[in-house]
Antibody, heavy 118, light 108 residues
Framework: QVQVVQSGAEVKKPGASLKVSCKAS????????MHWVRQAPGQGLEWMGW????????NYAQKFQGRVTMTGDTSISTAYMELSRLRSDDTAVYYC???????????WGKGTTVTVSS | DIQMTQSPSTLSASVGDRVTITCRAS??????LAWYQQKPGKAPKLLIH???SLESGVPSRFSGSGSGTEFTLTISSLQPDDFATYYC??????????FGGGTKVEIK
């Protein structure tokens, strides 16, 4: 079945970097964009950006530009989201989700819990 | 950036009630709006796209309407499985996807 499977929970120190993976299966990886959305504890959903795995083109939310890098490895149908210079307010659940460049997100990973603490 | 405002932020209702959630955009987004349901500890689930198109497998008690700047999600007869938080999301803008703040549907 169509699914995206994310890597496991992470604990990071302030100032460190984070890299979350998202492996797609059941569909053509290069046929859809991969979006990243995060959710801080008790808060709403925040869109971070997308990558087109076919071309490598990315589009980041202004808030994260300069700190986020999204990449894809088509040989293993896996997308990655790297966030640098972590702060305590980056503590959140990070989701990858399939979609178009501009569109609804129809397949979501289960989320990766990231805790940033000294 | 386009702002998305959902109301109410919390809604108390009983099983069998008709429930309506509103989402307003700060500028017109045509019908480029989606609705999601999220339960605690789970990923969001797409319910409706293009304002009124029901996603495959979603019960028909869910419906969406609206265009331009005002949109509604209606649950015709609330079921126990529907107690959750609901988010709208605009995708009119090529550069940015924006979610509403969410509406928590609680048991009355």
């Amino acid at each position: 079945q169509v699914q995206v499977v994310q890597s496991g929970a992470e604990v990071k120190k302030p100032g460190a970097s984070l890299k979350v993976s998202c492996k797609a299966s059941g569909y053509t990886f290069t046929g859809y964009y991969m979006h990243w959305v995060r959710q801080a504890p008790g808060q709403g959903l925040e869109w971070m950006g997308w990558i087109d795995p076919n071309s490598g083109v990315t589009n980041y939310a202004q808030k994260f530009q300069g700190r986020v890098t999204m990449t894809g490895d088509t040989s293993i149908s896996t997308a990655y989201m790297e966030l640098s210079r972590l702060r305590s307010d980056d503590t959140a659940v990070y989701y990858c989700a399939r979609g178009e460049a501009v569109g609804a997100l129809d397949v979501w990973g289960k989320g990766t819990t990231v805790t940033v603490s000294s | 950036d386009i702002q998305m405002t959902q109301s109410p932020s919390t809604l108390s209702a009983s099983v069998g009630d008709r429930v309506t959630i509103t989402c307003r955009a700060s500028q017109t987004i045509s019908y480029w709006l989606a609705w999601y349901q999220q339960k605690p500890g789970k990923a969001p689930k797409l319910l409706i796209h293009k304002a009124s198109s029901l996603e495959s497998g979603v019960p028909s008690r869910f419906s969406g309407s609206g265009s331009g700047t005002e949109f509604t999600l209606t649950i015709s007869s609330l079921q126990p499985d529907d107690f959750a938080t609901y988010y709208c999301q605009q995708y009119n803008s090529y550069s940015t996807l924006i979610f509403g703040g969410g509406t928590k549907v609680e048991i009355k």
